[in-house]
């Protein structure tokens, strides 16, 4: 018999699985020699040979797997990490992830690890100036740090180069985890957070006998007295709490003196904390009022039978107060949870309430943070399966959880959930509710407009439903009015932009001492510059758009590509001097804001003026101290954000937000309005929303003003079934892209082909997409439509045929391919 001499190969040659971090679709096997088998183990990265010469950190997969007839592996080099640096359920993730968004298993491993566990050749690093503890190092590891101590920075690809043991890699690797070295974006000149001055009692007068006998002494210093009783107010009794500086003088109409004095009492002390915004939410006791109580209780019971529940909340609520609630409770049992916003920037805001309301520390995770800071929480997850809270953009979704109980989803129905940029394509929302299955977790998905599929998933009876009706503490919604443009317009009031009755409501609000907050959804000053003479305007090269007009910068700009340059003084076509801007965007309603109420205190806050790190935060903190009276902004300024004291909110031009060709747009311009809508008269009086449009009967301004979802929802749903879009049916869309247009148009059509021959009038297109060409390339799109009863997995496949005779198709394959599962 011959079965002992073939057992004897196989078991000598013991192979492996890895993923690769390339936009390759499979797992790749690799032969692991000897006297490494016993460091292979799934989840640790090994750096491996690939293609021509070059090497790369790539994750195990599965181990001892069989060698695909025919092929004959390579070696593996070495093994990077001492132990897996990922869970078995988070590659389980990644291979419904892969499947599902049909992006291949290298594109979600590149979206999923910090970029500190993806350490390539390219990559510089440096030692940590803060870093002293040189001890217990391994003769690798010492050698890198001398060379660093010379260099101020090298390339990981000079180390290699330096050292002749390839496992130079893993000794990086291991300084980096313990902070020893840094990679450049760290190293980067970071914004230093801004600080503000807090006033709290000094420790003496944090004790209520001396504060009596002090209150009884001032009843002779009469500003003094107010000051003391004000910030009794604002800490709500507190005496261990603190006010910020600004904000305590500006409630009790004190100036610095006063406080001054009571300081040289020794009653105040004043700390620099960061820029924080912790008064405006020190929600004290923090007790659910009646409507909201109910809704916990019907969200638990809820979650007896489903693994998600809509929590549905008019603006003002108190949704967030709902989910601190469950978080407790979820915390308290000993789980993790898991809480995701759709806008970076909203965590500062959020974080400082959540730790006051639940009383914990809280892990935050998203892009703006260093890779080292995501790389301490990627570990810290790892370690332990301890109840912790993170709250994070949809990046946190791919954290090794071990205990994971609940996910919340704020703002389901915001599209930035979705990744658009690079595959996997996913929808952070829906991903949520496959990994709470797969867990045993429960997910929360809330928002005051939910997106009409999760509405009617929620009907259906696949998701629970709760439901807070009524603003906090009975605060009525805002009363919103329409200001008809095409009137407005012919009374010639300033330049098209600013209505009479805007400008007369900002003034109003700014007589009432209340905020305004005014929305336009386009930034720069004007989105077109055109020549009067011949009607020439100014366009991308690269991109089918026009570029917009920065006053700032003196520039046109394309906001696709970047592409720009200065703002010609006359026409390149004819030379007319006539060249004239037209239509506004937020730096332009600056600009006439400024000239019309020059005493008034006015930010714009839009995507130019909130680039560097902390800026975002810092305009809201300055917002909300009432240092600003008006601000403008782009979508930025409707995203869940708590202010107290805005009397007016302004849309500028409504229009655009319908005038799409997306059967989402609807659903969008409601959402939108009403979104931006809940952010005047959260606290005290009733506020006021003043929407300019020249389509005054445009139907979804009535759901807006009668705060009525259900009648947006039941347009929506029929509109939705009578022409098969989502949730009656499900899209798949695909775009083919190359610089050469015809190329681009023909490869589309044999696409199409291939796909008409399996799914035959589910099949739409190949058609032009709204701007047909960007940063070079024409782009067709082609879209697939199945309904319900179609086999998702049978469909995936016949797919994937035609993606695999696309790309082995001698010309066509040179077309760049973007699938995208679900689009937004
Ligand atoms: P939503 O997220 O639904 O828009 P928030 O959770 O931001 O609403 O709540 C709106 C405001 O009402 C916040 O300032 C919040 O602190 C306050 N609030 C809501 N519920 C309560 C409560 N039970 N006790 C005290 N304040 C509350
Ligand atoms: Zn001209
Ligand atoms: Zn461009």
Redesign the pocket.
């Known amino acids: 018999m011959s079965s002992a001499a073939t057992f004897a190969q196989v078991s000598s040659a013991y192979h492996i699985q890895v993923i690769l971090p390339l936009a390759l679709r499979g797992a790749f096997t690799y032969r692991v020699p000897e006297h490494l088998v016993g460091d292979v183990e799934i989840g640790r990265r090994v750096v491996v040979p690939f293609g021509k010469r070059r090497y790369y950190a790539a994750l195990i997969y599965k181990v001892n797997v069989n060698v695909p007839i025919g092929t004959k592996p390579k070696d593996i080099s070495y093994v990077m990490d001492d132990l897996p640096v990922v869970t078995d359920q988070q590659l389980l993730f990644w291979e419904w992830m892969a499947e599902y968004y049909m992006s291949g298993l290298g594109p979600v491993m590149n979206t999923a690890l910090p970029n500190a566990l993806k350490l390539s050749s390219k990559t510089t690093i440096a030692l940590n100036p803060a870093f002293e503890e040189y001890e217990a190092f391994t003769d690798d590891e010492r050698m890198i740090i001398a060379q660093l101590s010379t260099h101020e920075q090298m390339e990981v690809s000079q180390l290699e180069a330096l050292s002749s043991k390839r496992s130079i890699q893993k000794a990086i690797s291991s300084l980096l985890k313990k902070g020893v070295v840094l990679t450049s974006e760290e190293m980067k000149p970071q914004t230093k957070p801004r600080t503000v001055e807090r006033v709290e009692l000094t420790p003496a007068f944090q004790k209520e006998e001396a504060l009596n006998g002090l209150i009884e002494g001032l009843s002779n210093a009469p500003k003094q007295f107010e000051l003391v009783m004000r910030f009794l107010e604002i800490t709500g009794g507190d005496l261990l709490d603190g006010v910020n500086k600004p904000l305590l003088l500006q409630r009790s109409n004190a100036t610095s003196a006063i406080l001054r004095s009571l300081m040289d009492k020794g009653v105040f002390q004043l700390i620099e904390v960061f820029a924080e915004s912790e008064e405006?939410?020190a929600?004290?006791?923090?007790?659910?009022?009646e409507e909201?109580a109910q809704v916990v209780l019907t969200l638990k019971e809820q979650f007896d039978t489903k693994v998600c529940c809509l929590l549905q909340?008019?603006?003002?609520?108190?949704?967030?107060?709902?989910y601190a609630e469950l978080i407790r409770e979820t915390l308290a049992a000993g789980k993790q949870v898991l809480y995701l916003v759709p806008e970076i920037a909203l965590t500062t805001q959020l974080v400082q309430?959540m730790k006051h309301l639940v009383q914990q520390e809280v892990q935050v995770y998203h892009s703006r943070f260093t890779d080292r800071e995501r790389l301490t929480t990627w570990l810290r997850l790892l370690d332990s399966a301890n109840p912790e809270l993170v709250i994070g953009a949809r990046s946190a979704l791919f954290l090794p959880f071990h205990a994971l109980g609940l996910i919340i989803v704020?703002e389901e129905h915001e599209s930035s959930f979705k990744q658009h940029e690079a595959s996997p394509l996913y929808s952070a929302r829906d991903a949520a509710i496959w990994m709470a299955h797969a867990m045993g977790a429960k997910v929360l998905i809330?928002s005051?407009t939910p997106s009409v599929e999760s509405t009617y998933s929620a009907r259906k009876g696949k998701f629970g439903f709760a439901e807070?009706k009524k603003?906090?503490?009975d605060i009525q919604l805002p009363s919103v009015h329409i200001v008809d443009m095409t009137k407005s317009k012919r009374a010639d009031v300033m330049d098209a932009s600013l209505s009479a009755e805007l400008v007369e409501g900002i003034k109003a609000a700014m007589v009432q001492k209340q905020q305004v907050i005014l929305f336009q959804n386009r930034r720069g000053y004007a989105p077109f510059l055109m020549c009067e003479s011949c009607g020439w305007s100014a366009e991308c090269v690269n991109c089918d758009v026009n570029l917009t007009f920065h006053k700032h910068f003196e520039k046109m700009l394309c906001h696709y590509c970047g592409y720009n340059y200065k703002l010609p003084k006359n026409c390149p076509q004819c030379n007319s001097a006539k060249l004239k801007v037209k239509g506004f965007g937020t730096e332009k309603i600056e600009n006439q804001l400024e000239t019309i109420f020059p005493e008034a205190r006015i930010a714009r806050m839009d995507l130019d003026t909130t680039r560097k790190k902390n800026a975002f935060q810092n305009l809201i903190t300055a917002f909300e101290e009432g240092s600003i009276d008006i601000l403008v902004g782009t979508q930025m300024v409707s995203k869940?954000l708590?202010f107290?004291n805005v009397g007016l909110v302004g849309v500028l031009s409504a229009d655009s937000l319908w005038n799409r060709p997306d059967f989402r747009a609807f659903e969008r311009a409601y959402q939108m309005l009403t979104q931006v809508s809940?952010r005047a008269g959260?606290?005290g009086r009733r506020g006021r929303v003043l929407i300019q449009t020249f389509r005054v009967d445009h139907p979804v301004l009535e759901y807006v003003i009668n705060h009525s979802y259900e009648g947006m929802y039941q347009h929506q749903i029929s509109e939705r079934q009578q022409f098969a879009y989502p949730p009656y049916t499900r899209i798949m869309q695909f775009k083919l892209m190359h610089t050469d247009a015809k190329f681009t148009k023909e490869a589309a059509v044999y696409f199409a082909g291939l796909l008409r021959e399996r799914f035959g009038k589910r099949i739409l297109g190949p058609e032009e997409p709204t701007i047909p060409r960007i940063r070079g390339r024409f782009i067709r799109q082609i879209f697939l439509k199945m309904e319900g009863s179609l086999s998702l997995k049978q469909s995936r496949k016949a797919v994937w045929e035609c993606i695999d005779l696309l790309e082995g198709h001698e010309s066509y394959r040179k077309v760049k391919f973007q699938i995208d599962v679900d689009p937004l």
């Open positions: 405006a939410h929600v004290d006791g923090f007790e659910l009022n909201q909340g008019v603006t003002g609520s108190g949704k967030t107060l709902v309430r704020d809330g005051a807070l603003r906090f503490a869940g708590d107290e809940g959260r606290k």
